[in-house]
């Protein structure tokens, strides 16, 4: 029998299909024409590699048999065998589409020890990332003519919303992950015309949810997810490229000290109406103290910092890397960075932080990023509401870079403050005033 298989792929499709990388994504907003896509190249694999060994994953089994199971076997019938027992299709050629679902977080196990040439996540951001890397150790093969391949579907939202987030939108790499190997081929539902012609309300729906899912799912903005504590975040308007800063506009840096943990650096210059620039970033793991404050001096070198503001841990007495019985302050003083404490008020803070990201009269935000701050960029976005204090940031986050701008934000009067008439206090080791010394890491 003659398999015909019908339906012509729209361009992003196409683009789907020809992508040969490690690890290739797909869609990014609802009715782009995911799961189609999957199936199609799941079946164009099957029947161009004999002896082929694909497995295609949804999270949960009703949701697998209404997307893939019922669709194939409707387009394979009378040209491949079904064997419902294993949820598998047989194809002439020995090749052989494995369906399966990890509903459970440990159900992944049930994969151990075996090996597919192809694996697909269909709704990846349903999978965790525990999850996913799982998978990928069973995604291997000897094969000569073929190199393991990963394909995933998604939408923004969900449980692995951060992780295809990192991967493929901010493409930041770890560990032996190499950029090359990950692509992402974006898709709405305006490239999806079958869709559109037979459903044309559906893009009236999507036009008409709530803002924050209306710019997941219509726009495709990663930005965006449920219980996103800035939904007033938007790339497009509080990120812009590196420019020149005029010498003479103030400029300060804040500090989210940790050693396990990243510690993030902060530089800000201020214009004269006001408006806030983050304009340089240094986020280090396991770095020491004396090390980094080395760093942010020769990234300063040429400019007139006026003050430091860190976290409070930076005057905690405690055995240091390097530095046993002396605090972070102290070390960084000494290596010709002082440090003034920040304000550590969170929920305030965090409220300095969304005033600054409103957007002004002359229709630009007060604070704007330079895309160079790919940590801030990054994690401010992903920040998600506490579950038991909801006007504070989830501690489960990664938030060491939105700290960092707190704190920098928190040093700053608000407008139409009047500016502080002292300076901070600052611990200077050069100076033989006293009164620089009081309180400082317990003296």
Not at 155 to 165: E, L, S
Not at 259 to 275: H, I, M, S, T
Not at 323 to 347: M, Q, S, W, Y
Not at 351 to 372: K, S
Request: aromatic fraction near 12%.
């Amino acid at each position: 029998m003659i398999l015909t298989l019908s339906g012509t792929p729209n361009p992003k499709q196409e683009a789907f299909f020809l992508a040969e990388a490690r690890h290739i994504a797909y869609g990014g907003a609802r009715g782009g024409g995911k799961s189609w896509a999957m199936r199609r190249k799941f079946v164009l694999l099957a029947f161009r590699y004999p002896g082929l060994r694909l497995l295609l994953l949804r999270r949960t089994l009703p949701e697998l048999y209404e997307n893939h199971v019922l669709p194939l076997q409707k387009e394979l019938y009378g040209a491949v065998d079904y064997q419902s027992t294993q949820r598998a299709f047989l194809f002439p050629n020995g090749s052989r589409i494995k369906l399966g679902y990890c509903d459970r977080e440990a159900d992944v196990f049930q994969y151990q020890g075996q090996e597919y040439d192809v694996v697909g996540l269909e709704e990846a951001t349903h999978f965790t990332e525990s999850q996913m890397q799982f998978l990928t150790t069973c995604n291997r093969s000897v094969r000569s003519d073929f190199s393991p391949r990963m394909y995933y579907t998604c939408n923004p939202g969900g449980v692995g919303h951060a992780w295809v987030k990192r991967l493929f939108i901010d493409r930041n790499y770890r560990n032996s992950e190499r950029a090359e190997d990950y692509v992402f081929i974006p898709a709405r539902v305006t490239d999806n015309p079958v869709l559109l012609a037979r459903n044309p309300q559906y893009l009236e729906t999507l036009r008409n949810l709530p803002e924050h899912l209306r710019k997941a799912y219509l726009d495709g903005n990663w930005d965006v997810l449920e219980g996103q504590y800035f939904q007033e975040f938007d790339r497009s308007i509080h990120v812009v490229k590196p420019t020149e800063l005029p010498k003479e506009w103030k400029r300060f840096r804040a500090m989210d000290w940790g050693y396990n943990d990243p510690c993030c650096v902060l530089w800000f210059a201020v214009a004269p109406e006001g408006r806030l620039y983050v304009y340089r970033e240094l986020y280090l793991r396991k770095t020491l103290s004396s090390e980094i404050a080395k760093r942010v001096r020769t990234l300063s070198a040429g400019e007139r910092i006026a003050y430091t503001v860190a976290s409070p841990d930076a005057w905690q007495q405690r055995g240091l890397k390097g530095a046993e019985g002396t605090c972070i302050a102290e070390v960084f003083a000494k290596n010709g960075v002082p440090l003034i404490p920040a304000d550590h008020a969170r929920i305030p803070g965090w409220q300095r932080v969304r005033e600054n990201l409103a957007v002004r009269e002359d229709g630009a935000p007060n604070l704007l990023i330079f895309e160079n701050c790919g940590n801030l960029i990054r994690t401010l976005p992903a920040l998600t509401y506490d579950a038991h204090v909801p006007e504070d940031v989830s501690d489960a986050c990664e938030d060491h870079a939105p700290e960092a701008l707190r704190y920098g934000l928190m040093s700053r009067p608000r407008a139409n403050e009047p500016k502080p008439q002292t300076p901070a206090r600052r611990y200077d080791p050069l100076s033989t005033a006293k009164p620089a010394l009081t309180g400082f890491c317990g003296i």
